[in-house]
């Protein structure tokens, strides 16, 4: 089965991006034929600076192969690396009509939230649907706001098939029903728009200190400990099994240590999980050759599949 994502590159990874997006996004390739990419042309979007546009995609390239993305297994590419996709959008554009368009939250909460409304933002649907039409793909692995996305390209293929003849693949969203929302240091939603969070990639001590700051109720040393609504008991239980929660559960009742230890076994938890990462990051940061190459191969495999795609489709509208 072909499985394709975007991945927005936008600064810094944190523990809820981790276990609510990229673990399970990352474990996909183990069964399927995964094809990911950095989605650069959307994030083009609302980015602030050609520097900060660059440096971030960079970032989620060695960020993402740190945390197990194996290039045997899986495609991976930068967005515009392959631009046919572009030409495609241009394409599927006749065939969204406006109002399809004008119902897609994720653009109202984009101005909602002070993003200028601007044509790229308002069309950035049609584009998400190229980039998944352009590849035959199946399956489209995706957070929940991004369903829309989705459903929209269903619509637009739909509509190119019915007047143009069946070149299109229509795809499905995937989503993970059974993910948590991880929480941040104050208890909300883990974002980075909300000072939160706990970045994947910190020093040992910062890290420490990070955890440190997460709040805890103030029970005196020597009193049991509630863990149901204890932050650090929430984010720990993420890096731990059945067995291993249940002796948490007991060290907590035991009132034998404070808030103090457990945000220390935190951020030993924390630390171990990413340890492979940590080597795997050190050494792509030393050889991005490396990651340059790899980028180069994945878009030469996703871009002969488009080439191909947009001749049929090139032929199929008229274009000469
Ligand atoms: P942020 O809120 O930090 O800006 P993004 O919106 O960039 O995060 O999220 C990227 C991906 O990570 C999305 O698929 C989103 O569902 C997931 N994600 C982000 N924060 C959390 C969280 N606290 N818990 C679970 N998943 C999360
Ligand atoms: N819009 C997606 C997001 O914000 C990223 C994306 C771009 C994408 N193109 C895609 C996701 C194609 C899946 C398929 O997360």
Request: include cysteine.
């Amino acid at each position: 089965m072909r499985v394709l994502t975007g991945i927005q590159a936008s600064g810094k990874l944190h523990i809820g991006n981790y276990f609510g997006a990229m673990k399970p996004m990352i474990e996909l390739q183990e069964e399927h034929e995964l094809f990911t990419f950095i989605a650069n042309y959307h994030s083009l979007t609302t980015s602030k600076d050609a520097a900060t546009l660059r440096q971030f995609t960079i970032d989620a390239a060695v960020d993402y192969l740190s945390l197990g993305i194996d290039p045997e297994k899986t495609t991976f590419w930068v967005q515009s690396h392959v631009p046919e996709v572009l030409e495609l959008y241009w394409i599927l554009s006749k065939f969204t009509p406006m109002g399809l368009l004008e119902r897609a939250h994720s653009y109202k909460d984009k101005v909602a939230r002070g993003i200028p409304a601007s044509h790229a933002l308002f069309s950035y649907p049609v584009l998400m649907a190229a980039d998944i039409l352009i590849l035959d793909t199946q399956k489209v692995p995706v957070g929940k706001d991004q369903i829309q996305h989705v459903e929209m390209t269903r619509d637009i293929a739909i509509k190119f098939n019915n007047e143009y003849g069946e070149l299109f693949t229509l795809p499905e969203h995937m989503v993970q029903e059974d993910v948590a929302t991880i929480p941040g240091i104050d208890g909300q939603k883990m974002s980075k728009s909300y000072d939160n969070a706990i970045d994947l990639f910190m020093d040992e001590k910062p890290l420490q200190k990070r955890c440190n700051k997460i709040i805890s109720t103030s029970t005196p040393l020597g009193e049991p400990l509630e863990y149901e609504e204890c932050h650090i008991y929430n984010l720990a239980a993420l890096f731990l099994n059945e067995e291993q929660k249940q002796e948490l559960r007991e060290r907590y009742k035991s009132g034998k240590e404070g808030y103090g230890h457990f945000k220390k076994y935190l951020k030993e938890l924390i630390w171990e999980e990413l340890a492979e990462a940590r080597e795997k990051r050190a050494y792509y940061l030393d050889h991005m050759d490396e990651v340059n190459d790899i980028l180069e191969q994945g878009a030469k495999k996703a871009r002969k599949i488009a080439d191909a795609k947009m001749e049929k489709v090139r032929d199929a509208v008229g274009l000469l």
